[in-house]
Every structure is written in C-alpha cells, then in structure tokens.
C-alpha cells in the first residue's frame, strides 16, 4: 500500500514528467481501476480500455495532478465517467446488472476514505431516486428487469403487454437514467 506521503510525492514526479514514477503509479492503482471498471461493464477488453483511457487522462493532465486534494477520489470518478460514458455512447448499458449498493459495499470496503464514500452513497441515493421518479409503468417495468432478472418476454407476459413495450419502456428508462446521473456524476468532479 501506498502511503499518503508517497502519493504525493509519486504524483508530484508525475507532474514533472518521471515516466518511471507514472509506471509505479500504474502498476499501483491498475488492479484497482481495472475491478472497479467491471462493476459497470462486463466485457474484459472493454474494461482494459477504459482503465487504458483512465491512466492516459491522468498522463496527459499530469501537470495539474498536484492540484487535486483527493486525488485516490478523483482517480475512482474518472473511471466511473468514463465507465458509464462508454455505456451511454454504445447504448450497452445494462442498468439491471448495475447494484450500487453492492459497488458501495465491496469496493470501498478496502478504502476507508470518507470522501470516496459520501461520493459514492450520494451517487447510490441519487439512482435510487431517479428510478423513483420514472413514470410508473417505466419504474414497475425496469425494476422487474432490475431486480427480479426477468427478461423482456417474461415481463410482457406477466403485464400483458407487448415485448416491444416493454423494450420502449426500459429504452426510456435507460435514457432518464443516464441523462439524470450524468448530470450528477459531473457536477461531482
């Protein structure tokens, strides 16, 4: 483990361009961003590119990482933008296999760090809200989803509905959800 001294002086000859210092960095933190990023996608070769792009931002804005008070924080938002940025691009998110409560729970279980955890219970509060502010057959429809695993054609038969209703609902859903939350994973950082 690194100590907080370390850190700083680690990421202090990072800023001054010590490529031997960022390899420690990387080697560091990669096992770390790298289970972190899985927790929101579950593609090996998408979550290496995200942990690729996470420590290719923290070298290209290396100058300015001396600036930041938590950096361990601002390293693990950076993943989480950038993970659910790829997942609203690519439209793969798959919200029901996405439990914050248990991101919260095993994640930072190891980091006892305070911010990390008012930052991440804030996110976990604000996805719950915003599913309860899905109109309520959108709700009821991504919730079966959610948290019973049902699959769409299972959904539609037990509300007798079409699948492509219950397809457009969860589509809704899915945008109501990335629009709110990524409103609130930037004013975060």
């Known amino acids: 483990m690194i100590s907080s001294e370390n850190t700083k002086f680690l990421l202090r000859k990072i800023a001054a361009g010590d490529s031997d210092a960022f390899r420690s960095f990387y080697d560091y933190y990669y096992s770390q961003i790298y289970r972190f990023s899985s927790y929101f996608v579950k593609s090996p070769q ?13 070298w290209q804005h290396r100058k300015k990482i001396t600036e930041i008070d938590n950096f361990e924080g601002y390293l693990y938002t950076i993943t989480k933008n950038r993970a659910l ?3 609203r691009q690519d439209n793969r998110i798959l919200l029901t296999d996405l439990d914050l409560d248990l991101i919260s729970d095993e994640i930072l279980s190891h980091d006892e760090n305070p911010e990390m955890l008012v930052i991440d219970n ?35 038969e037990k509300l007798s509905i079409s699948e492509k209703t ?24």
């Open 166 to 189: 219950v397809n457009a609902q969860m589509v809704l859903a899915i945008k109501k959800l990335t629009a709110r939350l990524g409103k609130i994973l930037f004013f975060i950082i």
């Open 122 to 156: 804030e996110f976990s509060a604000a996805f719950k809200n915003a599913v309860d502010e899905l109109p309520e057959k959108c709700r009821l429809i991504f919730l079966l989803a959610r948290e019973e695993g049902l699959k769409y054609k299972e959904i539609a």
């Open 85 to 87: 940025y790829y997942l």
């Open 46 to 58: 998408v979550v290496e590119e995200i942990v690729s792009d996470v420590f290719c931002t923290i």
